[in-house]
């Protein structure tokens, strides 16, 4: 459940955070597409930049710093989160709890995804906006 709200948090901080850029990608379930339609839409954004590698065209680098601090708060608050999780992944292999183990691993993957597209927006930022 931790994760599943990391996921969320993460992707209202970073669609905040970096605005027209979007949420840099972690692939989102089904359900929570369904239940959290703007927070998917924002993570595809952000896949969207991190995979065509470059910027939209409506970017603006007057906002380029607070962007920065924005996404190095989330990636570290993520990571923070990711060490809870892979704590409660051991204690439910370690409890036979496979299934349980295995979303949970899953959950961490996507996170883990998140923050290697929103490490790439970051770069893509410092790139196009010397400071």
Do not use: W
Not at 71 to 88: D, E, L, T
């Amino acid at each position: 459940m931790m994760i599943k709200k990391i996921g969320a948090g993460a992707a209202l901080l970073a669609a905040l955070s970096v605005g027209a850029v979007g949420v840099a990608g972690a692939a989102t379930s089904p359900a929570s597409q369904a239940s959290h339609p703007n927070r998917a839409a924002h993570v595809a954004r952000i896949e969207a930049v991190a995979n065509a590698g470059k910027l939209p065209a409506n970017f603006s680098c007057s906002t380029a710093s607070t962007k920065q601090a924005n996404i190095s708060n989330m990636v570290a608050k993520i990571n923070a989160r990711i060490v809870v999780g892979q704590q409660k992944e051991a204690a439910a292999t370690a409890a036979g709890n496979t299934a349980q183990a295995a979303k949970i691993a899953n959950r961490i993957s996507h996170a883990q995804t998140f923050v290697s597209d929103l490490g790439t927006v970051s770069s893509l930022i410092t790139a196009s906006c010397p400071a």
